[in-house]
């Protein structure tokens, strides 16, 4: 039925123009916004709609996984850039820089400013 189909994801922000900076000159993506008030955010191939919602409340899990060839240069980057890494109790093998590794594939979340959670993580090779 949806075969041909392009899909999308999309999530809410309570602040727009917060999220086009981050998503655009924090990340590097092609953040762009749409004449009905949502941003479009470009990843390799796909899209991600954005959007604000007043009574916004963040996302507990993931919404956005960056795969990446290389972890650690990814959180450098990314710390670099002023983005704080999320730390979960209970989740073992984080080592000092919030990447997990050791269980599945190596990871590491932060938060987007409206507080929903993203990754990078390196899948080994298949």
Known sequence: MFGG??????????DIEEARRF???????EAQMLDMGVLQVRHGGGVVMVYP???????????LNFPVDDIDAA????????V???????????????????????????????????SVLRVPDA
Do not use: C
């Not at 189909?5 to 309570?14: M, P």
């Not at 979960?88 to 400013?113: L, N």
């Open 84 to 118: 704080e890494m999320l730390r979960y109790e209970g989740i073992p093998g984080a080592d000092e820089r919030g990447v997990h590794r050791g269980q599945g594939p190596e990871i590491a979340w932060f938060a987007d400013p409206a507080g929903n959670v993203l």
């Open 75 to 82: 959180v450098d980057g990314l710390t670099a850039r002023g």
């Open 53 to 63: 919602k007043p009574d916004h409340a963040p996302a507990t899990f993931t919404v």
């Open 23 to 29: 998503y655009g000159e924090v990340l590097g993506l």
């Open 5 to 14: 189909v392009e899909a999308f994801s999309s999530f809410s922000v309570d």
